[in-house]
């Protein structure tokens, strides 16, 4: 079993920037995949980086100013989010699930945090 802990979320000027950290415990992760979804109000939860093995993927919507980066010694995955806009205001979900997942797929995913709220003022 692995229990994600996400935190870092917080409310921030648009254009500002947040960290968010998902700590693992329960058992050494640096071998799983691992994802950050949002879920906006009114909306579907969706996909927004990933990161499997040494590669990492992103959402269009905020490639070039969101960065995904792990460190295996603290058992934690961080998410960077630079250049923020209102619409990226959600709840924030990490996950993790075994590295041969697809990173996009939620369901892929057999872990999940509970969520940091990230809100961007205009």
């Known amino acids: 079993q692995v229990q994600l802990a996400e935190s870092g979320g917080g409310l921030v000027q648009a254009g500002g920037s947040l960290r968010l950290s998902c700590a693992a415990s329960?058992?050494?992760?640096?071998?799983?995949?691992v994802g950050w979804f949002r879920q906006a109000p009114g909306k579907e939860r969706e996909f927004v980086v990933g990161?499997?093995?040494?590669?990492?993927y992103y959402a269009d919507s905020v490639k070039g100013r969101f960065t995904i980066s792990r460190d295996n010694a603290k058992n934690t995955v961080y998410l960077q989010m630079n250049s923020l806009k209102p619409e990226d205001t959600a709840v924030y979900y990490c996950a993790a699930g075994p590295g041969g997942i697809r990173y996009n797929i939620q369901g892929d995913y057999g872990y999940w945090g509970q969520g940091t709220q990230v809100t961007v003022s205009a």
């Open positions: 990161i499997r093995e040494r590669f990492t």
């Open positions: 329960g058992r050494t992760f640096s071998s799983y995949a």
